[in-house]
T-cell receptor, first 112, second 113 residues
Framework: KAGVTQTPRYLIKTRGQQVTLSCSPI?????VSWYQQTPGQGLQFLFE???????NKGNFPGRFSGRQFSNSRSEMNVSTLELGDSALYLC???????????FGQGTRLTVV | DQQVKQNSPSLSVQEGRISILNCDYT??????FLWYKKYPAEGPTFLIS?????DKNEDGRFTVFLNKSAKHLSLHIVPSQPGDSAVYFC????????????FGTGTRLTIIP
């Protein structure tokens, strides 16, 4: 079956703009999590959705938001982009909360 | 507050030898631990996991050891192969509740042919 699909793969935005990233989980998976990966910081948890409800939220400013649709697809939005938002954004899906997560290839966001 | 720590950012090992990657955690509520492997330009892939009711789990060349009293786990790869060169992340969660996966900062493993 198809894996986790993230679009777009690469994105270049200007400071101050906003961006929306998309994630389609594995069919049947209801939990979707988002992570930010920057050099030396590992995978920083952004938020997790389960059945359209945000169940967990990481320590990121309110500029970072997300949502999950009834088909479990998820979007992540970052407003008023800053240079420090440049990172690889990873989405992971799992059957339930806290079970083994399967990751997409990520979206590489560059803010200039 | 880094609840899961991988103190070695990088490790180089000769092909055929044993690779040992270490991970420490501080949250005593964590009871399920996972290792992920990540190649450049790809998302992390699940490698092996261990529940706190065990102290060892083996899958082929990969073995994870858990020392609950020391809040320490390690991943052993024997024998190491060039394809094992990647970044390895350990992750932990409290499986009984509503807890997210918490990841360490990763260790870059390089296997020298």
């Amino acid at each position: 079956k198809a894996g986790v699909t993230q679009t777009p793969r690469y994105l270049i935005k200007t400071r101050g703009q906003q961006v929306t990233l998309s994630c389609s989980p594995i069919s049947g998976h209801r939990s979707v999590s988002w992570y930010q990966q920057t050099p030396g910081q590992g995978l920083q948890f952004l938020f997790e959705y389960f059945s359209e409800t945000q169940r967990n939220k990481g320590n990121f400013p309110g500029r970072f938001s997300g949502r999950q649709f009834s088909n479990s697809r998820s979007e992540m939005n970052v407003s008023t982009l800053e240079l420090g938002d440049s990172a690889l954004y990873l989405c992971a899906s799992s059957l339930q909360l806290t079970t083994e997560a399967f990751f997409g290839q990520g979206t590489r966001l560059t803010v200039v | 507050d880094q609840q899961v720590k991988q103190n070695s950012p990088s490790l180089s090992v000769q092909e055929g030898r044993i690779s040992i990657l270490n991970c420490d955690y501080t949250n005593s509520m964590f009871d399920y631990f996972l290792w992920y492997k990540k190649y450049p330009a790809e998302g992390p892939t699940f490698l092996i996991s261990i529940s706190s009711i065990k102290d060892k789990n083996e899958d082929g060349r990969f073995t994870v050891f858990l020392n609950k009293s020391a809040k320490h786990l390690s991943l052993h790869i024997v024998p190491s192969q060039p394809g094992d060169s990647a970044v390895y992340f350990c992750a932990a969660t409290a499986s009984g509740g509503n807890e997210k996966l918490t990841f360490g900062t990763g260790t870059r493993l390089t296997i020298i042919p």
